[in-house]
């Protein structure tokens, strides 16, 4: 089942139960008549089952987003809830799950911090952690993870001589 309309975008949600499908139709096309917490839940537990998923769900996100004027209350919650995912011992071992980590953090961290600075204070213990316990952490996931600490405890921004110390072996 593909769900969509001529001139609209459509999207692949036959693997989720009827009244998932119909839900997510619903949130679709009118995201004020459904709890978008829980839409935005049902999506990202299902991406994190599912990383084929994953751009399906963006996509979907994105369109919910364009007709709702409070995108990202909905999705701050599930937000954070990845980004703890990626915070835990096994995923900090794997680089590309702390790239992926560091660079949504880069994009996101920011704005989600000002929805609810605890979850962020809580996610950087567990980051701050990773780098300091003895796990087995490559020194690239090392480098990453001391450069988005670095870079929230300087407002969210680059400071002159971390991007010296983090990017001098990259060419400009």
């Known amino acids: 089942m593909v ?8 999207y692949k949600i036959q693997s989720f139960d009827a009244e998932t499908q119909q839900l ?9 008549a459904v709890d978008l917490e829980k839409v935005a839940n049902v999506i990202v537990d299902h991406s994190l089952q599912d990383c084929v998923f994953s751009k399906e769900a963006g996509r979907m996100c994105y369109a919910i987003i364009q007709v709702n004027n409070m995108p990202m209350m909905a999705l701050v919650n599930p937000v954070y809830d990845c980004l703890f995912r990626l915070a835990q011992p096994d995923s900090l071992n794997k680089e590309e799950e702390v790239d992926c980590l560091v660079l949504q953090l880069h994009r996101v961290g920011e704005q989600l911090e000002k929805m609810n600075r605890q979850r962020m204070d809580e996610l950087f213990v567990l980051i701050r952690d990773g780098f300091l316990l003895p796990s087995g952490l490559s020194s690239l ?7 988005i600490i670095e870079f929230r405890a300087a407002g969210w921004k ?9 990017y001098s072996e990259v060419s400009d």
């Open 24 to 32: 997510l139709k619903t949130a679709l096309k009118d995201p004020g």
């Open 141 to 147: 996931a090392q480098l990453l993870l001391l450069e």
């Open 3 to 10: 769900m969509g309309e001529p001139g609209r975008e459509e």
């Open 158 to 166: 680059t400071t002159p001589a971390a991007h010296k110390y983090y």
